[in-house]
């Protein structure tokens, strides 16, 4: 399976200022996935980042608010933009599926708190 | 667009009990099922998963599966648990062949008390 590092593991952010989240993955994958696990809550997908091309949100989640890089097949970054309190989350990179096992892997998350 | 049920949200086992956790999905169409399991402090790690064939599945730590088509569901079953699987449970879904979204749970907490 894909070994993803993803940084950093947490920050305390002020509101109304931008993070940058990196996800760096130890081979080439095609998809890669951002979650959002809110506390005491279930992962929900942000979007969906294929190289080359432009990000694909789910419903209530738009680019301005969380854009996305994906420059190349091994990394990719998300922004959380003008932070509230609201967006105090667990934030995860994925990518798979995986060609041996068919999971999916996941990031060891960053967890962000917006004072 | 699939959705997927965890009806227990907080489980609590003493240690040697058996354990069943249920997960319903809704979706007519083809799916592949996974159990995902978070330790406390660490990253979500893929505990089985079902894609075709038989649909009882076993996956690590003595875990097993049952994808029952007809009731739509894909129960995590353990006929011993251990302290150590003291975690939060995902199920979670992804239609088959298509769009590769995975779409997750709401999770159950298990403790299990020595």
């Known amino acids: 399976s894909a070994v993803i590092s993803q940084k950093p593991s947490r920050d305390i952010c002020q509101r109304g200022t931008s993070l940058t989240i990196q996800c760096q993955v130890d081979s080439q994958v095609t998809m890669m996935f951002w979650y959002r696990q809110q506390p005491g809550q279930s992962l929900t997908l942000i979007a969906t980042?294929?190289?080359?091309?432009?990000?694909?949100?789910e419903s209530g989640f738009v680019i301005d608010k969380f854009p996305i890089s994906r420059p190349n097949l091994t990394f990719s970054t998300l922004t959380v933009s003008n932070m509230s309190p609201e967006d105090s989350s667990i934030y995860l990179c994925?990518?798979?599926?995986?060609?041996?096992?068919?999971?999916?892997?996941f990031g060891s998350g960053t967890r962000l708190t917006v004072v | 667009a699939q959705s997927v049920s965890q009806h227990n949200h907080h489980v609590i086992l003493s240690e040697a009990a058996s354990l069943e956790l249920g997960c319903n999905y809704s979706?007519?169409?083809?799916?592949?099922l996974f159990w995902y399991v978070q330790y406390p402090g660490q990253h979500l790690q893929l505990l089985l998963k079902y894609f075709s064939g038989d649909p009882l599945v076993k996956g690590i730590k003595g875990f097993e599966a049952e994808f029952i088509k007809s009731k739509f569901s894909f129960n995590l079953r353990k006929p011993s648990v251990q302290w150590s699987d003291t975690a939060e449970y995902f199920c979670a879904v992804r239609v088959s062949g298509g769009y590769q979204k995975v779409t997750f749970g709401t999770g159950t907490k298990l403790q299990v008390i020595p």
């Open positions: 994925s990518v798979g599926p995986d060609s041996s096992n068919y999971g999916y892997t």
């Open positions: 980042a294929n190289q080359g091309s432009e990000a694909t949100y």
């Open positions: 979706y007519g169409g083809t799916v592949n």
